[in-house]
């Protein structure tokens, strides 16, 4: 192993770990908001919240992924661009300055563009372009409305700051503001994956490498959606709940149907996975616009454990790419005879995508849905329960359909033989564990009840 | 704002709605590098107006950044992309409708864009132009099947969002200003990438060759 080797195979594993380490320490201090850098950073109990979710799923990804492939210069710059998506996501988390968290989120689309099309062939081409043009035009619109936001302010105190438009939210003028919020809130839900803005995730999902894949479907998809978490605390304030929860409530609705619609017929492992994130990011957002503590803190946890869960499934399906040769469902039996080694990592991701228990994911559905039924919002809780249940039997049913009976058999090679280099059982195991643990940790009440509160929840 | 500063606003407005008109006019023609010079250095003039106009010191250095960045930085990068590719595949709209097309957008600019004017800012009264520009560059984008015209759409959506920017509040702050002109920079640059790679790809620029994806 060349030295050069070694620093791609390190450096995003180190920045990972950097990032969980610092934003455990952040969450459980007892620090206030302290704004930094001028005023223009700022670590809520939320910021650090979401810090240790980028930091978990990244660190999962890095160590049970695949090592950076090709030759040595190119493993070099596939690290330097996964480290520079990582940053960028933390500049999003960490700025009170809704510009700069723009800023932040634009920076995910160029550090990712040519790691969705590394690949360089017709495939590759065609979903890198469809993933930055979408992307681009989605915060397109997002800085529209961001700048409509900052002419909203009145005269010298115009500021993009969150903390200060939530500290002051009579400076800003309600009629231009309630467009300038819409808008904010349809651009970056192009980044969230959320219907009807979601084309282009699919074909990036499928055509990235394992451990980008897992990272755009289990950490940039909310951390776009933290986004509009900020936005909406500032819209509650300012034009009251109303308008946050029709958007959220009909994307999240509408995301969950389109999702489930696609995945009943779908025929590929990373595509179905893709829709399964539309889904789920579709849970949060309507957890979000039900709003109040109960449903917010469901939809916060189903993110932690949303992007453990998909993390450990997008490296699995990278994996069965590598040894199968295909994640075409319908080429794809009997993993657990032929591959036991994979297909128990998947089967465990998919039960708690399914929201089986002891997964988190049973207890964060259940708590939207019962939310939405205390906030009166009946039918919205019937809808979405029936939606739910459909898309159970379509990803049971594609998993089982993988994973059960006998494999083709001919030229499989015996598992043991094939201990590879990639998809190692511990972190995904550690994964997995912890997408159980964070549903029954005692103290994670506290952790979430914090967050909500900086939203101005409680 | 009376005198030379209003002139100065209304020939940099104008003179950015004229530039998008005439993009979607010519559709077929590879020299759109040159209006997008002419486009940005419309946008440049009226930034420098407000700046000299208010004595900002601050907001004529960003007048000089808009100057560099999308009067030369980006037209370049169309351009050179430009000399590089075949003929484009044509649009889906003949010109003569994509001109009416534009008149009702600009239509719906002036419409969606009373809020804005009513909350005062220096020179809101042309900030309607600004929405007429992110709507004529959505346009272009939908309708057009060419990569490279969609690239183009992408820069006059964003010089409009930056045309209403500066009319309705004086320019975003500078470090957001800073951090938004990389970005967008970049982003031009990588899908000027991608368009010469599709082009060695596929052959074309058509996007219509763009269909392997798909969940059948």
Do not use: C
Not at chain 1, 179 to 185: E, I, P, Q, R, S
């Amino acid at each position: 192993m060349t030295p050069t080797t070694r620093a791609a195979r390190l450096l995003p594993l180190l920045a990972s770990a950097t990032l969980l380490v610092a934003g455990l320490v952040l969450l459980l201090g007892t620090h206030p908001a302290e704004p930094f850098a001028a005023g223009l950073l700022r670590v809520d109990a939320l910021s650090a919240y979401f810090l240790v979710v980028v930091g978990a799923v990244a660190l999962t990804v890095t160590a049970a992924g695949p090592p950076p492939a090709g030759e040595p210069d190119a493993q070099l710059r596939y690290a330097g661009w996964l480290v520079l998506f990582l940053g960028a996501m933390t500049l999003t988390l960490l700025a009170d300055n809704l510009g700069l968290m723009w800023v932040g989120i634009e920076g995910t689309t160029i550090a990712t563009a040519f790691l969705v099309g590394h690949r360089g062939d017709r495939r590759a081409v065609e979903a890198a372009w469809k993933y930055v043009v979408l992307g681009s035009v989605g915060v397109a619109i997002a800085l529209f409305g961001l700048v409509l936001l900052y002419a909203a302010g009145s005269g010298e105190q115009r500021t993009l700051s969150w903390s200060a438009l939530m500290a002051d939210p009579a400076m800003l003028d309600p009629d231009l503001a309630r467009l300038a919020l819409a808008l904010a809130v349809l651009g970056l839900a192009t980044k969230a994956g959320l219907a009807p803005m979601h084309a282009w995730l699919p074909d990036a999902h499928s055509q990235a490498p394992a451990p980008v894949s897992g990272l755009m479907s289990g950490v940039l998809l909310s951390v776009a959606f933290y986004g509009i978490l900020r936005l909406q605390a500032v819209s509650d304030l300012v034009v009251g709940p109303g308008l946050m929860r029709a958007l959220l409530v009909g994307g999240g609705l509408l995301s969950l149907g389109v999702a489930t619609a696609l995945m009943l017929g779908q025929r590929d492992l990373k595509r179905l996975l893709a829709y399964s994130s539309t889904e789920h990011l579709g849970l949060i957002a309507l957890g979000a616009g039900i709003g109040g503590p109960l449903a917010l803190g469901a939809a916060l946890l189903h993110v932690v454990a949303h992007g453990l869960a998909k993390a450990v499934l997008f490296v699995t399906a990278g994996r069965i790419l590598d040894e199968t040769g295909t994640v075409r469902l319908g080429d794809l039996h009997g993993l657990l005879a032929e591959r036991p080694r994979l297909a128990w990592p998947l089967l465990g991701g998919m039960a708690t995508l399914l929201g089986l228990p002891p997964g988190a994911l049973f207890l964060t559905e259940l708590g939207i849905l019962a939310a939405a039924w205390q906030q009166g919002l009946g039918w919205v809780s019937l809808l979405a329960a029936s939606l739910l249940a459909v898309a159970f039997a379509a990803l049971a049913r594609h998993t089982l359909s993988i994973t059960l009976g006998a494999g083709p058999g001919d030229d499989a090679t015996s598992d043991a033989g094939r201990a590879g280099s990639f998809a190692r059982p511990a972190p995904l195991g550690l994964a997995l564990a912890a997408t159980v643990l964070v549903g029954l940790t005692p103290g994670m009440q506290t952790v979430l009840d914090r967050a909500a509160a900086a939203l101005g929840v409680s | 704002m009376t005198g030379w500063a209003a002139q100065g606003v209304a020939l940099g407005a104008g003179s950015l709605l004229l530039t998008a008109v005439l993009l979607v006019w010519r559709a077929g023609t590879r020299n759109a590098a040159l209006l997008l010079g002419v486009q940005g250095a419309s946008l440049a003039l009226l930034v420098l107006t407000l700046g000299v106009h208010h004595h900002d010191a601050e907001l004529v250095g960003v007048a000089l950044l808009v100057l560099a960045v999308k009067a030369a930085l980006v037209p370049w990068a169309v351009g050179t992309t430009a000399s590089h590719v075949g003929t484009p595949p044509p649009a889906r709209l003949s010109p003569a409708v994509a001109l009416v097309a534009t008149t009702l957008l600009t239509t719906l600019g002036f419409w969606v864009s009373r809020p804005v004017v009513s909350a005062s800012g220096p020179g809101a009264g042309a900030v309607p132009v600004g929405f007429a520009l992110v709507l004529i560059g959505f346009m272009v984008m939908l309708t057009r099947r060419d990569a490279l015209a969609q690239l183009v759409g992408f820069v006059v959506v964003d010089n409009g969002i930056a045309t209403v920017a500066f009319l309705a509040a004086g320019g975003v702050p500078l470090v957001v200003e800073l951090g938004v002109s990389v970005d967008v920079v970049l982003v031009v640059l990588i899908l000027r990438v991608l368009v010469r790679r599709i082009e060695h790809v596929f052959g074309s620029t058509d996007l219509a060759l763009l269909e392997e994806l798909s969940d059948r």
